[in-house]
């Protein structure tokens, strides 16, 4: 990618279902907060489109993850950036296994 332009952002379906199934955790003892961490993960991925290399390199992949700060212990966001397209592959809660 070159100048300033943005990369365009393309969810993965497992990193929809991710969002599904951590707003479905959270909803049913706190719908605001449900809504609050769809609206930070889509934050972090507007901030991605801006500065795709930002993220850490895992494990000597092509994928890169970014912590997205939210309550006590976050969210990890893992992506693929090819040429001038983020993929956003997968999203954990910080507490959980993967």
């Not at 951590?22 to 049913?28: Q, V």
């Not at 993960?41 to 850490?56: R, T």
């Amino acid at each position: 990618m070159s100048g300033h332009n943005q990369a365009r952002i393309i969810w993965s379906l497992a990193a929809l279902r991710d969002i599904v199934r951590l707003r479905n955790f959270i909803e049913p003892n706190n719908l605001d907060a449900s809504r609050r961490v769809a609206e930070a993960l889509k934050k972090a991925a507007s901030l991605l489109m801006e500065h795709p290399a930002i993220g850490k390199i895992v494990d000597g992949r092509q994928e890169r993850e970014i912590f997205v700060p939210f309550g006590q212990r976050g969210y990890a966001m893992r992506y693929r950036v090819q040429d001038d397209t983020v993929v956003i592959l997968r999203i954990w809660h910080g507490l959980e296994d993967r």
